[in-house]
């Protein structure tokens, strides 16, 4: 969120030329929607910020491809009804609702720093002619009606660095084309219709933001997913199936919320979990997931959320993890656990939401039946722990080992 809003106060720093006063801020995660998976769309708002309608016409070439561009979408616009477009009139494009300039005093006039159409209700495609916005930092459509596929040229939108479609109605196979903006380090493709595998190289590039979540992605997380730099990665309710990619426990240690709730995921849980000392929300939901879970949870010391319900999770759950000292809300329900530890006991009066229900506990409420704890998934030796004779070091691994291979030695 720091970088959001340095961004924002960036832009503000520089003389502003546009016209409309308006709501809130459009530059955000969506008001906490990130950490659950839910929520409709990304940035909360939008920023209109004025200088005066009656302002002299802009000139320059910058101004007059934004106008070009601006002009070409417009009838691309099918319904509009706040009737944005109405002003969308004249070659003074820093007088438009919903685009805001900024002047970077290098004596070449002003720009179009940024767009931000959020909450518009507009209805339309993207056009070809926005490539030609190259000065542009921010793109923000979210909670619209845009349909369609996004224009292959818009990889020369060299300058964005926030792309936010969520929320829409697009469609196809993920949009590649974003992967060649060389600036972007925000993006929000969440609640559309993509469908289809997302690329490797969506985790090699230098992103601190990735919502894909709520669309129709499906088949193997790229095995690469340990190469993203992203401190935010929602992956939830897709269909994404096979298991977390063992790279997973080679991130960077800057990941601090990660969601692979309701897809269809399975395996075990990669024992590199305990690498993420800076981890928030690590939510594996509702998948089928299986075997006993990495004693190295416990190295999650910042973790305030911790879903681990609806999987086929097996064995006791640990002193461990109930000791994690920033917990707020630990579930494990729908699972087959065999038994609760003496500190798991104790979150009760933490005042920590714990959540076991519907396992195989012995002497507790609410648990299965008999004859469906008789036969435990995942309790074959590929699922097992295998005990080690070196002491739990948690988030300090990485930096003690020293090479992806002594990480690579802790994989059940």
């Not at 949009?175 to 469908?195: C, G, K, Q």
Request: include cysteine.
């Amino acid at each position: 969120m720091e970088n959001w809003l340095l961004a924002f106060l960036l832009l503000l720093a520089m003389p502003i030329e546009a016209a409309y006063i308006g709501g809130g801020v459009g530059i955000g995660m969506g008001g906490g929607d990130a950490g659950v998976g839910s929520g409709r769309g990304g940035g909360a708002g939008s920023v209109w910020i004025g200088g005066g309608i009656n302002a002299p016409a802009p000139s320059g070439s910058r101004l007059r491809n934004a106008y070009t561009a601006l002009q070409a979408w417009k009838p691309a616009v099918t319904d509009d009804p706040n009737k944005i477009m109405e002003t969308w009139v004249g070659s003074d494009v820093c007088s438009y609702k919903g685009v805001f300039c900024s002047d970077p005093q290098d004596g070449m006039g002003p720009l179009v720093a940024g767009i931000d159409l959020n909450k518009a209700n507009v209805q339309g495609t993207l056009v070809k002619e926005l490539s030609l916005l190259t000065d542009m930092t921010l793109l923000h459509l979210n909670s619209n009606r845009f349909s369609g596929s996004i224009p292959n040229t818009l990889r020369d939108l060299s300058s964005l660095q926030e792309l936010d479609l969520s929320n829409n109605q697009f469609s196809g196979p993920f949009p590649a084309v974003v992967l060649e903006m060389p600036n972007l380090i925000y993006l929000d493709l969440r609640f559309n219709s993509f469908s289809g595998p997302i690329p490797e190289d969506l985790f090699n590039r230098k992103l601190d933001a990735i919502f894909v979540n709520n669309n129709f992605f499906e088949g193997e997380l790229p095995q690469n997913l340990g190469n993203s730099q992203a401190s935010v990665i929602n992956l939830a309710n897709n269909k994404f199936s096979g298991s977390i990619p063992a790279s997973f426990g080679l991130m960077a240690s800057k990941l601090k919320e990660i969601l692979f709730l309701n897809n269809q995921l399975s395996g075990c849980i990669p024992q590199g979990i305990g690498l993420f000392t800076e981890m928030k929300v690590f939510d594996v939901s509702y998948n089928s997931l299986m075997g006993h879970l990495p004693k190295t949870l416990s190295c999650l010391n910042q973790v305030e959320v911790l879903n681990l319900g609806h999987n086929k999770l097996s064995g006791e759950l640990p002193d461990l993890v109930c000791s994690l000292k920033s917990l707020v809300n630990l579930t494990v329900a729908y699972n087959f656990l065999s038994g609760l530890s003496q500190e798991c006991t104790k979150l009760f009066f933490r005042s920590v939401g714990f959540d076991f229900s519907v396992n195989c506990i012995p002497n507790k409420d609410m648990q299965r039946p008999q004859p469906e704890c008789s036969s435990t998934p995942g309790g074959g030796p590929s699922c097992l722990r295998i005990p080690s004779v070196q002491p739990l070091v948690c988030g300090a691994m990485a930096v003690l080992s020293g090479t992806a291979s002594d990480v690579a030695s802790m994989s059940p």
